[in-house]
C-alpha cells in the first residue's frame, strides 16, 4: 500500500493539472461571450430558475426598491424603508401600529406591500386586538377554522415546542383551499426559540419570470383543486366522521384555482400553488375542462415544485 503522503501528492499534481487546462477551456469561451452575450436563460440550469426570475422581476421594478413615488411618500411622512432582498421584503420603520393610522398611512404601507410583497415592522408589541384592528385597516378579515384560536376568534395561535415540532416547514402558499383566498396574514412572533425559528419569504413573482418560456405557456391555462384534508388529522388526532361530514358541508372542500394568478392590483403574474393543498393528480385546463392524465399532472407539479421554489 502506498504512503498516503505520497497518494495525496500525486492527486494534488493530478487535480492542479486538470484545473489549469479546464480553466484555459473556460477562459476561451468566456471571452467569447464579450462580444456574443450569452441570453440569462443560458446562464442558469433548470433546477435552478430563481436567480432568471429575480433578475427579470427587478428589470420590472425599474431597478429599484420602490418607486419613486412610494420613495418622496416615505420621506415626506417620516417613514424609513430597511430593504431585506432585491425584489421582496422590506423592514418599515417609524410608524407605530399601535396607534390609529390615518388613511394616509395606511395607503402607504398597503403601496408598500404591493411593492415589496412582504412587509415587516420590529418591537410592536401588539395585543391580540390591537393586531386584529390593524389587519382590519386592510379589509374584512377571514377566520381561520383549522387551528386553536386566540382570545380574540380573528387570531390563530401557533405553538410549538420540544413535543410539538412545527409543520410549516416547507415552501408554502396559504390558504389556497379557501374558495375567496386572503389578501395575505399578519404574523406576529411573541415567543422566539434561543436559535432558529426564522420565517422565511420566496417572491412567487420572480419564481414565475425565471421559467422557461415553453413551460409558463404549458401552464398558463391550467387549474387545479385545492383542499384542506391535512386540517382534518392535524397532529395526528382523527376526527369523528359526523364532524368531518359538518365541516364539508360548511365550508367548500375542493376549489378551483389556476396555478398562475394575476395580481388584481399590481396585474403581475405569479405561480399560485400549495403542494399540500393542491391534488397534484389533477390538474385540469380551465379553458377547455379537459384534465391531464394523472402521471402527467403529477410530473408537472413536481416540476414546478423543483424550479420555482428556493431550495
Known amino acids: 500500500m502506498k504512503d498516503t503522503a505520497e497518494t495525496d501528492a500525486l492527486y494534488n499534481t493530478v487535480a492542479i493539472d486538470l484545473a489549469d487546462k479546464l480553466h484555459a477551456i473556460r477562459k476561451t469561451a468566456h471571452a467569447n461571450q464579450i462580444t456574443h452575450p450569452p441570453s440569462i436563460d443560458s446562464l442558469f440550469p433548470a433546477f ?18 420602490v418607486s419613486e413615488a412610494l420613495d418622496a411618500q416615505a420621506e415626506h411622512h417620516g417613514v424609513e424603508f430597511e430593504h431585506l432582498a432585491t425584489t421582496l421584503g422590506t423592514v418599515i420603520h ?28 420590529r418591537d410592536q408589541g401588539l395585543s391580540e386586538d390591537q393586531q386584529v384592528a390593524f389587519g382590519r385597516c386592510f379589509g374584512e378579515l377571514d377566520a381561520f377554522p383549522f387551528g386553536k384560536p386566540g382570545e380574540n376568534p380573528f387570531i ?24 375567496c383566498p386572503s389578501l395575505g396574514s399578519i404574523a406576529q412572533c411573541t415567543v422566539a426559540p434561543p436559535y432558529g425559528g426564522d420565517t422565511l419569504f420566496a417572491d412567487s413573482h420572480a419564481a414565475y419570470h425565471g421559467l422557461p418560456t415553453d413551460l409558463q405557456e404549458q401552464i398558463q391555462n391550467l387549474s387545479g383543486i385545492n383542499d384542506y384534508r391535512v386540517f382534518l388529522n392535524r397532529g395526528g388526532v382523527a376526527m369523528p366522521e359526523d364532524l368531518i361530514k359538518e365541516v364539508k358541508a360548511k365550508i367548500p372542500f375542493g376549489v378551483a384555482h389556476p396555478l398562475v394568478r394575476t395580481h388584481p392590483e399590481t396585474q403581475k403574474l405569479s405561480l399560485y400553488l400549495h403542494g399540500g393543498f393542491l391534488r397534484q393528480d389533477a390538474l385540469f385546463n380551465h379553458e377547455t375542462g379537459i ?20 431550495p
Open 48 to 65: 435552478n430558475r430563481i436567480p432568471v426570475g429575480i433578475v427579470r422581476e427587478y428589470e420590472a421594478m425599474g431597478h429599484r426598491a
Open 94 to 121: 417609524g410608524i407605530d401600529l399601535k396607534n390609529p393610522l390615518s388613511p394616509t398611512m395606511i395607503a402607504l404601507i398597503r403601496q408598500t406591500l404591493l411593492e415589496r410583497k412582504v412587509i415587516f415592522f
Open 156 to 179: 390563530l395561535e401557533i405553538l410549538h415546542n420540544a413535543y410539538s415540532p412545527g409543520t410549516e416547514n416547507g415552501w408554502h402558499t396559504d390558504v389556497t383551499w379557501m374558495q
Open 291 to 310: 384534465s391531464l392524465p394523472a402521471a402527467e399532472s403529477l410530473a408537472l407539479v413536481a416540476e414546478l415544485a423543483q424550479t420555482a421554489q428556493p
